[in-house]
C-alpha cells in the first residue's frame, strides 16, 4: 500500500514538474517553473571545488532519500522509505546569513541562505512560516533549525518534502536560473530521474 501510495505521490510531483509552469513571483523569476532547470553541463561551470562543504539539511545520521525528478540540478528530499517527513526539523547544512524569506504560491514558504563568496542555498514548501525560527539578516550555523518539512504550495503536490537548490551568483541574490548541481560531503546528486535511496546526513 505503501509503494502504491508512493507512485501516486511521484506521478503528481513529475506532473507538476513538467506540465505546469507557474509564475513564481516574489524573487524566483515570473513565468519559471522547476522544469526551467539549467542544464548540468551548465551547473559544473562553477566547480564544486569553489563551493562551501555544503551537508544535508538535517540532524546528522538521519536517513533520507533523495529524487531529482525532472528538475536537476535541484533535488527533492523525504525520509527515506518516505514516511513520516512532514514536519522534520531543516537546517542549513552550512553557517550562513539568512538572505530572504517569502511566500510563494507554487514554492510555499521560503528560505534563501547566503554563505558567503555568491553561494545560496533556497528552501521550499517549508511547513511554518520563517519568523517562527529565523528572520531576514539572522546568522545560522550547520545545525541551526530555520524551518520544517511540509508541503506548502501548489507545486508541492500537497506530498511533504524539502525542494533544495545550491545557486551561485557573484553580485546580488540568485535566482531559479542560477541553480548549480548540489553536493553534500562532497558527493554529487545531479541527472534528471534519478533517485538516492539512502543517503546518511553528516551534518554534525
Not at 525528478?69 to 542549513?92: M, R
Request: charged letters at 20%; proline letters at 3%; hydrophobic letters at 30%.
Amino acid at each position: 500500500m505503501e509503494t502504491r501510495e508512493f507512485g501516486r505521490r511521484k506521478a503528481v510531483t513529475a506532473l507538476a514538474a513538467t506540465s505546469l509552469t507557474l509564475a513564481l513571483g516574489a524573487g524566483l523569476g515570473a513565468g519559471t517553473s522547476y522544469a526551467g532547470a539549467p542544464s548540468d553541463a551548465a551547473s559544473d561551470g562553477v566547480t564544486a571545488a569553489a563551493k562551501p562543504k555544503f551537508q544535508m539539511p538535517f540532524k546528522c545520521n538521519t536517513h533520507w532519500r533523495i529524487d531529482t525528478w525532472q528538475h536537476s540540478p535541484a533535488v527533492d528530499i523525504v525520509v527515506k522509505g518516505n514516511t513520516g517527513s512532514s514536519g522534520k526539523a531543516v537546517y542549513p547544512g552550512y553557517k550562513g546569513k539568512v538572505a530572504k524569506t517569502f511566500w510563494d504560491r507554487g514554492a510555499g514558504n521560503v528560505i534563501i541562505i547566503s554563505h558567503g563568496s555568491g553561494w545560496y542555498t533556497a528552501y521550499y514548501h517549508l511547513k511554518d512560516r520563517h519568523d517562527r525560527y529565523v528572520q531576514k539578516g539572522d546568522r545560522v550555523k550547520a545545525t541551526t533549525k530555520i524551518g520544517r518539512v511540509g508541503a506548502t504550495g501548489s507545486n508541492s503536490g500537497d506530498w511533504a518534502h524539502l525542494h533544495y537548490e545550491q545557486r551561485y551568483k557573484a553580485n546580488g541574490i540568485p535566482g531559479q536560473g542560477d541553480r548549480r548541481t548540489v553536493h553534500f560531503n562532497g558527493k554529487k546528486y545531479t541527472g534528471n530521474g534519478n533517485t538516492w535511496k539512502d543517503v546518511v546526513s553528516k551534518n554534525c
